[in-house]
Nanobody, 125 residues
């Protein structure tokens, strides 16, 4: 049974950092494209970072240089370090498993078949 469980969210001030975790079970994260998405109140879900089966990492332009995605293959866990946070980063952050090993389809959430429950990040000014 595929399961994704996020943790690590919280409330921080502008400029702060958090490390989000996504613990996976029922499959190996290294065999699929994995993504981090976020959804702010009243906005559509947007992709922020992806990693495909061969370790190629991509970032959305809005977070590049501030967010870092990594994975611990032994722990079967995905991480997202979010730093230099601004209020616009406030959202619920989700990890998701793609349909395939390669991250095709761009940032489209429809290409991701399994989702965690999300972890909330609030950035205050």
């Amino acid at each position: 049974q595929v399961q994704l469980v996020e943790s690590g969210g919280g409330s921080v001030q502008t400029g702060g950092s958090l490390r989000l975790s996504c613990a996976a079970s029922g499959f190996r994260v290294s065999r699929y494209c994995m993504g981090w998405f976020r959804q702010a109140p009243g906005k559509e879900r947007e992709g922020v970072a992806t990693i495909d089966y061969d370790g190629d990492v991509r970032y959305a332009s809005s977070v590049k240089g501030r967010f870092t995605l990594s994975q611990d293959i032994g722990a079967n866990t995905l991480y997202l370090v979010i730093s230099s946070l601004i209020p616009e980063d406030t959202a619920i952050y989700y990890c998701a498993r793609h349909l395939t090993p390669a991250c095709d389809g761009g940032w489209s959430p429809s290409r991701y078949s399994y989702w965690g429950q999300g972890t909330r990040v609030t950035v205050s000014s």
